[in-house]
């Protein structure tokens, strides 16, 4: 079935089971609410009495550029519903409030998620302005992901880059980094890809969430739940190792969000990234301390700076009984660069060539030094069968779909779990699978659609789940509800992944730096971690978190909640205000 068409009846399913969930629970008490504290009324105002479930509207047409003097158009912010993400909401509403204090005409637009991702990756002509969340992934632990994806102008057009922020000085020092071996050298070239993007402000930082996750102790031994670095406890490790203490085995998870698609080429979110590092296999995996070991691999040896020679485990099976071998790994390598997976392509990119040795041994050799290789391509690349997606690669050729559009009725990996059954809104369920080299302690893995926070709490304590792996409500509520119950153990993580908002670059007045830089003004940081994270947070100013410091530029430009200094940036850009107090575009 074709990906859009697919998403947008996935939508419309999403939207009823968001009315019914809604009508039925309410989430008040999940919702945060900014109570008083030392921050100013001019940062936080007192919340707006809302509806349990908002009218999502339509999202507004692209306009035509501005006239010179003409009013900024109205600006539209996206965000997901206040009972799937009151966090998000409520941060959303504020920027609104705040926004409007510079004479701006805009418009908070909530939508169930699958609706926001649709619009922004696939209509990026469509949107102006979008809250956004980058999660923490093992992966991620090296910032080379992240420098590249998220910011060079090859991942503009359907990568990680959809906010179209092109900048060839930015993409040399993107590359650059890659090549260096020496690490204090390497670093400089990141503080410096940092800076820049601090300085073009495509994105606005809010926070780098501290993760609240809970668990029943009464079902899982504490002492197997893995607490990664950057990650928390939701990462492969603990999805494998969770040894349970009773004759309830089943590992049974929420998440706020739809499933959008289970495809090992195509990166579509958290709730899918979950099913994805655990049904297909990787090469290398990276640890709960954030280093890079064998998995599906059992040696990687670097004969030097430009060859690695890859041997699989033998044995290994795909989940249809056949054998993985160097032909599989080949083809899961050279396909994001054949242009069929282009948000995979970034990973695969400074390989020159794969070599296969025999059946189980691979020599890749890269075009120029690639210090990331390990983290950033084989412990992030999907390994996938040949015998399954080589005919669908030849299906597709010649027409404007690619890999990314495909689903699988019956998705095959090698993974430590196999697929089993998925219903659109309602659940996705795997199994252990029994063959694998390192089986998982649970025997089934179940990942249930709850989209209203405050009922995933409450099936956390009637056990019908046993893990709450998406919180994204008042996260001193679940430490309250873990003190109540001893059955009940909360763990805080600050996250590699950060809170933003995203602004298209593509429109005006989005394309001035000096409109973005005064948006960026106009965001509470310190309130919003103090009110509405209710201190489960830091403030980010990069895309790479301070919780790994030794990457983290520490001298970056910051954007202080401001409103007088964001009207007086947009005065000397030539902006000005008409006798209503609109914000006027520059004259020529």
């Given at each position: 079935?074709n990906r ?18 809604a009508?039925?629970?309410?989430a ?12 100013t009324e001019?940062e ?7 509806e ?5 509207e ?6 035509e550029?501005?006239?010179p003097g ?8 996206l ?9 998000e ?5 504020l920027?609104v ?9 805009a ?11 649709d619009?922004v ?5 469509n ?8 999660v923490?992934r093992?992966?991620?632990m ?7 994806n ?21 993409d ?16 400089e070239v ?9 300085e073009?402000v ?5 926070a780098h ?7 029943r ?17 939701i990462n492969y ?5 969770a040894?349970p ?8 998870i ?18 899918d990234?979950?099913?994805?590092e655990?049904?297909?296999?990787r ?5 709960a301390?954030?280093?890079t ?7 990687v040896?670097?004969?030097?700076e430009?060859n690695?020679?890859?041997?699989l ?16 790994v ?9 242009g069929e997976a ?22 890749f050799?890269?075009?120029?030094p690639?210090?990331?290789f ?7 690349i999907?390994?996938?069968?040949e ?9 597709l ?7 990314e ?12 779990y196999a ?5 659109a809104?309602?659940e ?5 699978y029994?063959d694998?080299?390192s ?13 209203n926070?405050?009922?995933a709490?409450?099936?956390l ?31 805080a993580t600050t996250e590699l ?5 995203a ?8 394309d001035?730096?000096a409109?973005?830089k ?7 940081v310190?309130?919003?971690i103090?009110?509405?994270f209710k ?16 990457w983290?530029?520490?001298d ?9 200094g ?8 030539g ?11 520059p004259?020529?």
């Open positions: 079935m859009q068409t697919w998403l947008r009846l996935v939508t419309l399913v999403s939207i009823l089971t968001l009315l019914v969930s009508c039925s629970t309410p008040p008490t999940a919702a945060p609410t900014v109570a008083p504290t030392e921050a001019d936080v105002d007192t919340p707006a009495e809302t349990e479930v908002e009218e999502t339509e999202p507004a047409e692209t306009e550029p501005a006239a003409a009013p900024v158009p109205t600006i539209e912010v965000s997901e519903t206040q009972a799937a993400d009151p966090v909401f409520e941060m959303t509403r920027l409030e705040n926004m409007k204090k510079l004479g701006i005409d418009v908070h637009n909530p939508m169930p998620w699958l609706q926001q991702a619009l990756w696939f209509e990026r002509e949107w102006q302005m979008t809250s956004w969340r980058m923490g093992p992966e991620r090296d910032p080379d992901e992240f420098v590249v998220l910011f060079h102008s090859s991942t503009a057009e359907s990568g990680y880059n959809f906010v179209g922020y092109i900048n060839e000085a930015y040399e020092l993107a590359m650059a980094q890659r090549a260096i071996t020496d690490p204090e050298a390497r670093r990141i503080y410096d890809a940092q800076q820049m993007i601090a073009d495509p994105y606005v930082y809010v969430p501290k993760l609240p996750y809970a668990f102790s009464d079902i899982w031994d504490a002492s197997t739940i893995v607490d990664a670095q950057g990650i928390g406890i490790w603990t999805w494998t190792e040894t203490l009773t004759d309830q085995t089943d590992l049974i929420n998440t706020s969000e739809d499933v959008q698609a289970i495809n090992p080429f195509y990166i579509s979110g958290s709730a990234s979950r099913v994805t655990i049904l297909w296999d090469l290398m995996r990276v640890g301390d954030g280093l070991v064998p998995w599906a691999a059992e040696s040896v670097w004969e030097d430009l690695v020679v890859v041997t485990r033998e044995g290994m099976t795909w989940h249809d009984g056949e054998a993985v071998d160097t032909d599989d080949i083809f899961s390598f050279e396909t994001p660069a054949s282009p948000m995979y392509a970034p990973f695969v990119s400074k390989i020159a060539t794969i070599e296969k040795i025999d059946d189980l041994s691979v020599k050799t890269l075009a120029e690639w210090v990331a390990e983290t950033a391509s084989l412990a992030k999907n390994l996938v069968p015998h399954v997606w080589a005919p669908i690669v030849e299906e050729l010649g027409t404007d779909d690619n890999l559009s495909y689903q699988e009725e019956t998705p095959i990996g090698s993974g430590p697929f089993v059954a998925w219903k809104s309602e996705v369920v795997l199994e252990a029994a694998y080299f089986p998982p302690q649970a025997s089934r893995w179940i990942r249930r659609i709850i989209p926070v405050e009922s709490l409450g099936q304590k009637t056990g019908e789940i046993n893990f709450l792996a998406d919180w994204t409500g008042d996260a001193t509520i679940l430490a309250d509800a873990a003190e109540a119950d001893p059955n009940i153990e909360m763990v992944g950060f809170r933003f908002y602004m298209n670059l593509r429109l005006e007045p989005f001035d730096v409109f973005r005064a948006i960026a003004h106009t965001v509470p310190d309130a919003i103090a009110n509405i201190g489960y947070a830091e403030p980010a100013d990069s895309y790479v978190s301070a919780a790994i410091d030794y983290h530029n520490p970056l430009p910051k954007y202080p909640y401001d409103i007088e964001a009207r007086a940036l947009l005065e000397d850009a902006y000005s205000w008409d006798a209503d107090g609109m914000l006027l575009m004259a020529e």
